[in-house]
């Protein structure tokens, strides 16, 4: 992981499928509305709850991660997750960063994961062990995930309304696969790398 500063720090792991500025915006928008020091962002290894099929190889993933957070001190590059084997456990990463850090995340999620949090391994440890910042997603019910939070005490730390750019992984790895321009849908060094070694081409499928 690259040195990142003490304080209070946000976790936000995902696919990064690739990287794109609404991930970039969510990651800002915690940051500022919590007063954190950083967040950190962790690209899985193995993500237990997709299908990994026509997934971009992991240092492709990580490059793109590390390539978009360049200089910008406030957005940390994880690699946890890539160099440790088998499912990328979110319970696990969190233990890690706390060993290291001495003090656990703030978790970051969309109200979607949220509402699966149940079926996460080890959840029921997890939501003692953290607060929850909570992203708002367009057709999931924002108060069912307040009402989920109550039910098994898990602390929400904020609720971000609106993720502010309509913007998705998908959508980018369709238009390269139609050969169209992902300009201004992540940053110019994503674009170029992703020109370079070709990922997505035959690509374009959900996920």
């Known amino acids: 992981m690259d040195e990142a500063s003490t304080g209070e720090y946000g976790l936000f792991g995902g696919i990064f499928d690739p990287v794109h500025y609404g991930h970039l915006y969510v990651a800002e928008a915690v940051r500022d509305e919590l007063g954190l020091a950083y967040v950190v962002l962790a690209p899985a290894r193995i993500p237990p709850h997709k299908d990994s099929a026509g997934v971009a190889p992991a240092e492709d993933r990580v490059e793109m991660v590390r390539l978009a957070t360049a200089g910008n001190p406030g957005l940390v590059l994880c690699t946890l997750e890539v160099e440790r084997p088998g499912p990328s456990y979110t319970y696990d990463t969190i233990d890690q960063l ?26 029921a440890e997890l939501v003692r062990r953290v607060p929850f910042a909570l992203v708002a997603r ?53 674009v170029e790398y992703l020109a370079r070694c070709g990922a997505y081409v035959r690509d374009g499928t959900d996920g």
Do not use: H, N
């Open 98 to 123: 706390t060993s290291t850090y001495g003090r656990p995340p703030v978790l970051i999620l969309g109200v979607d994961a949220f509402l699966m949090i149940e079926t996460w391994y080890r959840w």
């Open 138 to 190: 367009p057709r999931y019910d924002t108060k069912k995930a307040r009402r989920l939070a109550e039910r098994i005490g898990a602390e929400v730390a904020c609720l971000i309304e609106s993720a502010g750019v309509d913007v998705s992984s998908t959508l980018i790895r369709q238009r390269i696969s139609e050969g169209k321009t992902i300009r201004y849908l992540t940053p110019d060094p994503v």
